[in-house]
């Protein structure tokens, strides 16, 4: 007898309930979870802070700061640092709108001077200043000076001559309010990635030393030096002497080296000296005579320096 055929299994599936009547049953059934039910970490998570949470939480961040700082050296040089290049960044802000009045003006250099001399006190630094009489009282010229860290700003203000800008490298120029500021005050910048670029600029420096009756600032050894000696020169300084025919000032910084160390992380209290050189003449002298009058220069700035850096007392202050 053959086999009898099977009718197909067929499953249907239940008639779906009307939207309207699903939404109602699910706002109608008790919740999964009621919120009695969960875990206390989540019911705590839930609440929010009060006020006496977050002064707890702020005495003990203020608790694990106190510690780093009275604890760790390398934690305080950190946070110095920090507040040294924050503290820049505000009073920045704040010199813009005054400098903006007048605009572009080497004037403005006044102000941002006048605005930075206090840091000193803040990080208990003494800067004597020696042979500031050595500055021509009139005349334009090209003050060159050694270059050790982002502290040379403090000595740069303590000596700084009227009507004198900084050369300083392009990248300054981004550095948030700093860099708008310090365009304010007439810095000069240079592309020092470009040297069609950055001869261009001593021209028209040049230009500008003798109409505009101005002095610049260079740091010829180019980048900060942490050593306790100086790079060699880079020459575009005196080109720019020997172009315009004025005075070449060299002013030397003394070490921080009982101070201040970058690569063993230390920055306490200390003293500091600036001492300004005679003037050196470039009248007559052409651009072949630039490297013999590089290197007499530096051999003299290095000869200060390691006077007046001595045992790292910063002059014997």
């Known amino acids: 007898?053959?086999?009898?055929?099977?009718?197909?299994?067929?499953?249907?599936?239940?008639?779906?309930?009307?939207?309207?009547?699903?939404?109602?049953?699910?706002?109608?059934?008790?919740?999964?979870l009621k919120p009695a039910s969960l875990p206390r970490s989540l019911q705590v998570a839930r609440m929010e802070l009060g006020p006496g949470a977050w002064a707890a939480l702020l005495l003990l961040l203020l608790l694990l700061l106190s510690t780093l700082w009275f604890c760790s050296p390398s934690a305080k040089y950190f946070f110095k640092m920090?507040?040294?290049?924050?503290?820049?960044?505000?009073?920045?802000?704040?010199?813009?709108?005054?400098?903006?009045?007048?605009?572009?003006?080497?004037?403005?250099?006044?102000?941002?001077?006048?605005?930075?001399?206090?840091?000193?006190?803040?990080?208990?630094?003494?800067?004597?200043?020696?042979?500031?009489?050595?500055?021509?009282?009139?005349?334009?010229?090209?003050?060159?000076?050694?270059?050790?860290?982002?502290?040379?700003?403090?000595?740069?203000?303590?000596?700084?001559?009227?009507?004198?800008?900084?050369i300083a490298k392009r990248e300054l120029l981004w550095a948030g309010s700093a860099g708008l500021a310090s365009w304010l005050a007439g810095v000069i910048f240079i592309d020092r990635k470009r040297t069609g670029d950055a001869i261009s600029v001593m021209s028209e420096v040049a230009q500008t030393l003798l109409t505009q009756d101005v002095r610049v600032w260079v740091?010829?050894?180019?980048?900060?030096?942490?050593?306790?000696?100086?790079?060699?020169?880079?020459?575009?300084?005196?080109?720019?002497?020997?172009?315009?025919?004025?005075?070449?000032?060299?002013?030397?910084?003394?070490?921080y080296q009982d101070f201040y160390c970058?690569?063993?992380?230390?920055?306490?209290?200390?003293?500091?000296?600036?001492?300004?050189?005679?003037?050196?003449?470039?009248?007559?002298?052409t651009p072949d005579d630039v490297p013999a009058l590089a290197d007499r220069v530096r051999h003299s700035m290095l000869t200060i320096f390691q006077e007046i850096s001595t045992n790292g007392l910063g002059g014997g202050l």
């Open 1 to 32: 007898m053959g086999a009898q055929s099977q009718p197909p299994c067929v499953f249907s599936a239940p008639a779906s309930p009307a939207p309207c009547a699903l939404l109602t049953r699910l706002l109608s059934s008790p919740p999964i």
């Open 82 to 166: 920090a507040f040294y290049n924050g503290w820049i960044l505000f009073l920045a802000v704040l010199a813009i709108p005054v400098c903006a009045v007048r605009g572009r003006n080497v004037e403005n250099m006044k102000i941002l001077r006048l605005m930075l001399l206090h840091i000193k006190y803040l990080y208990g630094i003494r800067v004597e200043v020696r042979g500031a009489h050595h500055f021509p009282p009139v005349q334009p010229y090209v003050v060159v000076s050694n270059h050790q860290s982002s502290l040379d700003l403090l000595g740069m203000m303590e000596v700084l001559p009227g009507r004198c800008v900084p």
């Open 219 to 255: 740091f010829p050894e180019g980048t900060r030096n942490h050593n306790g000696s100086m790079l060699p020169f880079k020459r575009g300084a005196f080109h720019l002497a020997v172009q315009a025919q004025v005075p070449i000032v060299p002013i030397v910084m003394s070490s």
């Open 262 to 285: 970058k690569k063993e992380r230390r920055f306490t209290s200390g003293r500091c000296q600036v001492r300004v050189l005679p003037p050196v003449p470039t009248e007559g002298l």
